[in-house]
């Protein structure tokens, strides 16, 4: 069983407690794919100088954000950690040398999508951090080279968001025309398997609005990386809200 690559436009914290349109599409998709066997997870909020994957047996649920009802600051995914799959993922790099780490945890770019997939919270889950001084073509390869272990049954999950400016953030529905622009360019790209342009960037139009920092943006390289010569991407949630965030999903395999 080869496993899906997926893709999630993870937005406010608040989709993990909230009934709407995002939190439904993930419930959704956690019924509509096949049962993974763990879930190997990179997320926008782990940042690091190298690449750790959490590898202890029961990871903490971290709760990074300040201000949010108590509902949600005191929510709490059990998830079972796994650190055999925290060693299959250090034995498919090649390009780099991946730390076991067992002080991070689950933080809101893991669990917040997590828990409305797998509310059971029966299946395990590792957490591969991002290294912050690696190259957008570094992610990619790394991602690829983690694509191996779909065919051992295990879900590659990116969590960020495509187009995310909180500075320029407004309380509205819809998303600014460049917002908008630019998250239309990059499904572009990637019904095109344009990746090459996806990992430069910078180059692309609106990308100082659209990505003034990288750290939401890298996990989907990750996840292009990991979708290897599967190019049929489904998109889910593809619109931009907040002005400035894009909540698009997308999905390579069945």
């Known amino acids: 069983m080869s496993m899906p690559a997926l893709f999630v436009g993870h937005g406010k914290p608040m989709n993990a407690i909230e009934d709407n349109e995002f939190s439904r599409t993930w419930t959704e998709l956690g019924k509509s794919m096949p ?18 994957v959490t590898a202890m047996e029961h990871p903490a649920t971290i709760h990074d954000f300040t201000g949010f009802p108590a509902a949600l600051e005191n929510m709490v995914y059990p ?22 780490d067992r002080s991070w945890g ?3 770019g893991a669990w917040s999508v997590l828990c409305r997939m797998y509310p059971h919270a029966d299946i395990p889950v590792v957490q591969v951090s991002l290294d912050m ?41 819809g998303g600014f025309d460049w917002a908008m622009q630019s998250d239309a360019a990059m499904a ?32 989907l390289l990750y ?3 990991a979708a290897g010569a599967d190019n049929s991407p489904t998109f889910f949630n593809d619109r931009v809200t907040l002005g400035s965030i894009s909540m698009r999903c997308v999905r390579f395999g069945q």
């Open 188 to 219: 572009d790209l990637i019904v095109a398997a344009n990746h090459q342009a996806l990992i430069d960037y910078p180059n692309l139009p609106n990308a100082r609005q659209a990505i003034p920092t990288e750290e939401h943006y890298l996990p």
């Open 223 to 225: 996840v292009l990386g």
């Open 35 to 52: 049962r993974p066997n763990g879930v190997v997870c990179i997320s926008a909020h782990w940042e690091t100088d190298g690449t750790c």
């Open 133 to 173: 001084s690696a190259p957008p073509a570094f992610h990619y390869e790394l991602g690829k080279e983690m694509g191996e272990l779909r065919k051992e049954g295990i879900l590659i999950l990116g969590s960020g968001n495509m187009v995310h400016n909180l500075r320029n953030m407004a309380w509205q529905q």
């Open 79 to 100: 998830a079972p950690g796994s650190p055999e799959l925290a060693e299959r993922v250090r034995a498919t790099a090649r390009s780099t040398r991946i730390r076991p």
């Open 106 to 108: 689950l933080d809101h």
